[in-house]
């Protein structure tokens, strides 16, 4: 069995802020992590993934994320937002399923900028 | 990685008809994977369609209202049975992570859906 936790369902943050969206997950298997974002109107687009190499992950768009095991998280973070950054985030658990993986989608977190 | 070509894009349909949805991917996969995203919300897993078999459904959805079809190893449709106002959703074909070649899920471009 597998989850994931999104735990701010919103997010505000002033333009050239920091940026921090908190996941946590759950699995029985050694996960596989995803952060997705999704712009109003737009189709699903991989930020990054953990996939049980390095811990710390840097995706798209400066963009990272660190898989702390012990803690089970995922948080997403970028140094300085940018207004082209507000959208829905998605943070994702996948689980094998006869040897192809399933995903498990957390409920979303939206990011809005303030300029 | 892999292109995942859906269509159509959106529609808007009567309540009681149904809507077939289709999903062609550029290269053969096992598994394919059906969402839906109901306005505002996450994406719910709808059912798994392995080809050369019946689709497996999560809870909550059934084989009479999403029947879905897996002729092949490149291709699956999505059906909205007898659909009513609830159903207006995004629904979205996904192929999945698996084993070393393809290490994320890419998801075709969605179909926007509007029952009146």
């Known amino acids: 069995a597998q989850s994931v936790t999104q735990l701010d369902s919103h997010v505000s943050v002033s333009e050239g802020t920091p940026v921090l969206l908190r996941c946590n997950y759950s699995?029985?298997?050694?996960?596989?992590l995803f952060w997705y974002v999704q712009h109003p109107n737009k189709g699903l687009q991989l930020l990054l993934k953990?996939?049980?190499?390095?811990?710390l992950v840097k995706g798209i768009n400066g963009f990272e994320a660190e898989f702390k095991k012990s803690e089970t998280s995922f948080h997403l973070t970028k140094p300085s937002a940018h207004m082209s950054d507000a959208a829905e985030y998605f943070c994702v658990v996948s689980g094998r399923l006869f040897g192809n993986e399933k995903l498990t989608f957390g409920t979303g977190t939206r990011l809005t900028i303030i300029p | 990685s892999a292109v995942i070509s859906q269509k159509p894009s959106r529609d808007i349909c009567q309540r009681g008809t149904s809507l077939t949805i289709q999903c062609q991917v550029d290269?053969?996969?096992?598994?394919m994977f059906w969402y839906r995203q109901q306005p505002g919300q996450s994406l719910t897993l709808i059912a798994t369609a392995n080809q050369g078999s019946e689709a497996t459904y999560e809870s909550g959805f059934v084989i009479d209202k999403f029947p879905i079809s897996r002729p092949n190893l490149t291709f699956s449709t999505l059906t909205v049975s007898n659909m009513s106002p609830e159903d207006s959703s995004i629904y979205l074909c996904?192929?999945?992570?698996?084993?070393?070649?393809?290490?994320?899920?890419?998801f075709g471009q969605g179909t926007r859906l509007t029952v009146v």
């Open positions: 290269s053969q996969v096992t598994m």
């Open positions: 996904s192929v999945g992570p698996g084993g070393t070649l393809r290490t994320e899920a890419f």
């Open positions: 699995s029985s298997y050694s996960p596989s």
């Open positions: 953990y996939t049980s190499a390095a811990t």
